[in-house]
């Protein structure tokens, strides 16, 4: 495993022009490409991911882009009972269900935590895992340390929903650009209120999550503009040589202010892995 610690920027237009082609032209094959699952950050959905996902398809690749319990399609079942550990078992479902392998697991915010818990449970599966300006916690710790309702409110601009559910956040809060009106409205149509409690609930990590496994951290918002919490747990990674590096600097939401870039960088990712497959095979 490859633990070598690495920054690329990617350019606009050369990920433009490397996803001008067509599958074949990439020379992926839709038979041997190793799966994509992509999980959602809060307020989200799978929603989220469409543009980076027909992208991936276009090039040859399988991807699945499940929505959360209680977000997105499936804001008819939110309830107060909805935890972490749910959201966990709905990717870990998605793997077991569709009998997938070797998958590259993306998580972009939010989603962060609920990869890093399949991770620990189904690590015989997952054969990398990519964090889009994600959260990393450690076991024992929640997505948000210190989170508490009266924070929450005022992060979000507003009295929680029902009593427990989190009010999404302004698009310009996530790097959507101010000029942009329809994508702004096209967010806010699909952003759903997000239970607090898999906010603050602590991931229990028995197999030390995504420790020793292929790991990459794509920054997506400059550091000085990231919360301290954020900040802090960017840095140690960026100083962690178990983990590479990267840095794409479009805004939080790079999947839809930058879908070929980001569908560009997981691209590389994966034939990058596969390539690292090949020549350890090669090599036995």
């Known amino acids: 495993m490859r633990t070598m610690q690495r920054r690329q920027l990617i350019g606009a ?10 599958g074949a032209a990439s020379g992926v094959r839709a038979e041997r490409a190793r799966p994509f699952v992509l999980v959602h950050g809060a307020s989200h959905g799978g929603w989220c991911w469409g ?14 882009t499940p929505t959360l319990t209680g977000l997105g399609e499936r804001a008819h079942l939110v309830s107060p009972d909805i935890t972490l550990s749910v959201h966990i078992e709905d990717i870990a479902n998605v793997i077991r269900y569709e009998e997938l392998d070797d ?5 972009h915010s939010y989603g962060g935590t609920v990869v890093t818990g399949v991770c620990d449970g189904m690590r015989e599966k997952i054969a990398r895992v990519v964090f889009i300006d994600a959260n990393a916690p450690a076991d024992g710790q929640p997505t948000i340390p210190g989170l508490t309702r009266e924070l929450a409110e005022r992060v979000a601009g507003g009295p929680l929903l029902d009593g427990y559910l989190l009010p999404p ?3 310009l809060r996530l790097g959507i650009d101010p000029q942009d009106a329809d994508t702004i409205a096209w967010v806010q149509r699909r952003m759903t209120p997000h239970p607090l409690q898999t906010l603050t609930e ?37 100083d962690d040589p178990s983990w590479q590096f990267e840095e ?8 839809i202010t930058a879908p070929d870039q980001t569908a560009e960088l997981l691209r590389r990712v994966a034939d990058n892995g596969a390539d690292n497959g090949a020549d350890a095979a090669n090599a036995s």
Do not use: C
Not at 13 to 22: E, I, K, P, Q, T
Not at 51 to 64: H, K, N
Not at 248 to 255: I, R
């Open 51 to 64: 543009p980076v996902a027909e992208r991936l398809r276009d090039r040859g690749y399988r991807v699945y």
């Open 103 to 107: 998958v590259i697991l993306v998580a």
């Open 202 to 238: 602590p991931i229990h990590l028995p197999n030390g999550g995504t420790q020793g496994m292929d790991r990459t951290f794509v920054l997506t918002t400059p550091l000085e503009q990231l919360l301290p919490f954020a900040r802090e747990g960017t840095l140690k990674i960026r």
């Open 248 to 255: 794409l600097l479009v805004g939080h939401d790079a999947m």
């Open 13 to 22: 237009g050369l990920a433009a022009a490397a996803l001008s082609g067509n």
């Open 169 to 171: 956040l302004e698009p």
